[in-house]
């Protein structure tokens, strides 16, 4: 089994965020893939989405309703993303920070960044997305397809463009962060 986590970014109330965005999007087609080679889709909204547009609720219980192998990992379920971080296999994202933590896994991720220029004019960037994505830029519902059977195959073509962005974006990457805070703390302290 494969869990793949779909969180897409709080775009600041401009916009409710759409989950699968694609023109060409086909939920039986999905439902199959998922179903044959147990995929297990987990949709998680940002909270303010789900208080700012409630119709976002309704799309993903339609779809969350239409197979065992799409769930809602909203807060109500589980209140900090990071705690189910470890236990994913792909993360599909679009600006969400949260990536920049998942690089650490060195796992696949996918990025639908569907309103980019939108994004860039009303938040930027602080380096060059799109030339950096450590992951596909899926446009269309075939391309999401293809890398979802690329998944299931054990295809990871992006590997060095994830460790590309994780040298940049991470100096440690040792997991004794906790340390270098308390030692930064401590040193501080007896500077009183």
């Known amino acids: 089994k494969i869990i793949i986590l779909y969180a897409p970014s709080w775009r600041n109330a401009r916009t409710?965020?759409?989950f699968f965005p694609f023109d060409d999007f086909d939920l039986d087609n999905l439902i199959t893939i998922i179903e044959k080679y147990k995929?297990?889709?987990l949709?998680?909204?940002?909270?303010?989405?789900l208080l700012v547009f409630p119709q976002i609720e309704d799309y993903l219980e339609n779809l969350a309703n239409s197979s065992r192998f799409i769930e809602i990992a909203?807060?109500?379920?589980f209140q900090d993303m990071f705690s189910l971080l470890p236990f994913v296999d792909c993360l599909i994202t679009d600006y969400s920070a949260t990536y920049h933590d998942y690089l650490l896994?060195?796992?696949?991720?996918?990025f639908i960044p569907y309103d980019h220029n939108e994004y860039k004019e009303q938040n930027g960037f602080l380096y060059d997305y799109l030339n950096l994505l450590p992951g596909p830029h899926l446009e269309s519902f075939a391309g999401f397809i293809d890398e979802l059977k690329n998944l299931c195959e054990g295809i990871d073509t992006y590997s060095e463009n994830r460790q590309k962005l994780c040298d940049m974006v991470h100096q440690y990457k040792d997991g004794n962060s906790s340390e270098r805070v308390f030692n930064l703390i401590s040193s501080l302290l007896k500077k009183q």
């Not at 949709?43 to 989405?49: A, K, Q, T, V």
């Not at 909203?74 to 379920?77: A, H, P």
């Not at 896994?105 to 996918?110: I, R, Y």
């Open 16 to 18: 409710p965020t759409s």
């Open 39 to 41: 995929v297990q889709i």
């Open 43 to 49: 949709l998680r909204p940002h909270p303010n989405d």
């Open 74 to 77: 909203d807060t109500n379920i």
């Open 105 to 110: 896994s060195e796992k696949p991720m996918w």
